[in-house]
């Protein structure tokens, strides 16, 4: 009796997890496109609250889906791909944008993201374009 709830017991830790999940890439479909995740430049991930997860193929996608679909749901965790650290996925809150037409993102919205500032700063004197945080690379594509 007692291993059956020590059972009940992690399954309902596991089932309860809101953590980010690893994204397999080529097999992995993007939630918004449908497309295959295989950039690891430009991927992301929303975790909701619940502990749903809801992979991206591009930036670019995960934001349309927080605009469109999950407007009024609380994220726990909102990640993107780290362009200068492909696979490493880190905050998108606290990530800095850059949109250039030097730097292509799957689709099309030339987006990446940097750890910070100065990561972005010094892509943006490689490759030209624009620098945004968050709130603003949420405006920027809300636009398009």
């Known amino acids: 009796m007692k291993i059956i709830q020590l059972f009940l017991i992690s399954l309902l ?6 953590s980010p999940q690893p994204i397999y890439y080529g097999s992995d479909a993007c939630h918004y496109c ?3 995740i295989v950039d690891r430049q430009h991927a992301s991930q929303m975790v909701t609250a619940k502990g749903k997860v809801y992979k991206y193929d591009a930036i670019e996608c995960m934001v349309h889906s927080l605009q469109d679909e999950f407007k009024d749901t609380e994220m726990a965790h909102k990640i993107v791909a780290n ?9 998108a809150s606290n990530a800095s944008y850059l949109v250039s037409e030097n730097l292509q993102s799957p689709m099309g919205a030339n987006l990446s993201a940097f750890a910070n500032t100065e990561e972005a700063q010094k892509a943006k004197e490689k490759f030209t374009g624009k620098i945004y945080n968050w709130d603003d690379i949420q405006k920027h594509l809300k636009l398009k």
Not at 13 to 18: L, Q, R, T, Y
């Open 13 to 18: 830790f596991v089932a309860c997890n809101v």
């Open 34 to 36: 449908d497309m295959t």
């Open 83 to 91: 362009l200068n650290n492909p696979g490493e996925l880190i905050d």
